[in-house]
């Protein structure tokens, strides 16, 4: 028999024995239901494919843990029935159960995570009655989590979340599809779309592109996007690298990752974004060696320049920059003059450029242009499609991606890959 909860909740019930009493409904499901879907994949080798997961540990000891673990590495040939977000589901848990055995405390958020989660990887196994179990839980901490909020905010209506609660006791995939995803949620999503579209080629990845494409048409949506791929902790990027290195799928160094927000259909996508709002597209073609750049605001020497990947690319509002001694310190490639024949129009603009104002390298790499400010006065910036607002360059460089317009202050030139193109 699966354990049971205790009955509806005490708030004087701690956030650790909440968490401890979900995690043995979990093992007490999970327990057959992993050994039946071993046993469908392996056979009579079932045993040993498990033992090889686990180092040598028998069933015997096996805990919650382990039991994650096997979900989590033999997902793709044994698990997949659990659907596309159950290997996200249990990656959490593993974390979440790492964290309670370590005795550490556990505040409302967290605690509400791990029941909901609980309960999302207990229906995908087909044990509704368990999970339906854990709604009141569920329901109890996210007012908690209300009310703190309001206390700390002075919200009248923290996140939006009471008008759900005001509906009832109802199920939690009903309750949770009626809700807005947060970014934390989202990029989730994203880490697992990606892993999908790699697996089919684990053993043999020979792509050096991955562009995760997001159909996002309304402002809000794009929103939620751009906060879970930029602004919510580790970068996408590296957060991508890391899945894909935790799914065991080897994926060349100078692998490129880019995304784009699409606010409408186009038809080169139709097809893709039939399944879906994410589609993940994997590229092999040579990275650019060399790019243009196009001045679309301002006066430079020349309308545009090609750079290269040995070009050290410095731009500035002078074609020299010297010390106060006369001493020539830096020459930029790109010089935006200061001329008085120019107009004021076109100096006012000019004066917004700094003398030293940035630079662009090539990554050898990852096979990159890469976007530096070197501490601008007005700043540098790059709008790019898809993007509600420009992405600004600080401390960390930019990658350039083509098509990309850069401002230097307000003096703009664009950016695109290969050599000049013809008009």
Known sequence: MPASMPEPPSHAQSHRALVGDALDVLFDVLR?????????????????EARGALRGKGPD??????????????????FRPMGH???????????????????????????????????????????????????????????????????????????GVRSLLDKGVRSLQTLWADGEAAPLDLRRDLLGAVERACEVHRHHFDFNR?????????????????????????????????????????????????????????????????????????????????????????????????????????????????????????????AFSEDPHLGDDLLALHQTVSRAHARIRYHEAEGVFQLYDDQSTCGTSVVREGYSVPIQVHRQPVVLQDGDRIYFGRACVQFHEGRARSR
């Open 210 to 334: 991955l562009v995760v494409h997001i159909l996002a048409e309304r402002d809000r949506t794009r929103d939620l996007y751009e906060a879970a791929l930029i602004t919510t902790g580790e970068s996408f990027r590296s957060a991508v690298r890391r899945r894909l290195a935790d799914a065991r799928i080897v994926t060349p160094s100078a692998l490129r990752i880019d995304w784009k927000l699409h606010r409408r259909v186009t038809e080169r996508l139709r097809e893709e974004f039939e399944a879906g709002p994410v589609y993940v597209e994997l590229i092999k073609r040579r990275a650019a060696r060399s790019a243009t750049l196009t001045v679309v605001s301002g006066q430079a020497q020349q309308d545009s320049f090609t750079i290269r990947s040995t070009s050290n690319v410095t731009i500035g509002r002078l074609a020299e920059v010297v010390d106060t001694r006369g001493r020539v310190v830096r020459h930029n490639t790109i």
């Open 61 to 78: 000891r096996w805990d919650t843990s382990d039991l994650l673990t096997l979900i989590y590495f033999k997902y793709t040939p044994t």
């Open 85 to 159: 977000e159950g290997r996200s589901w249990v990656s959490i848990l593993k974390e979440i159960r790492k964290r309670w055995a370590h005795q550490a405390e556990l505040d409302v958020a967290e605690t509400r995570r791990a029941l909901e989660t609980t309960a999302l990887v207990l229906r995908a196994v087909e044990a509704d009655a368990e999970a339906a179990r854990l709604e009141p839980f569920v329901l109890d901490l996210m007012q908690r989590e209300i009310a703190l909020r309001r206390e700390a905010t002075g919200e009248a209506d923290a996140g």
């Open 32 to 48: 057959p239901y992993v050994e039946e879907r071993m046993r469908a994949t392996y056979g009579e080798a079932w045993l040993n």
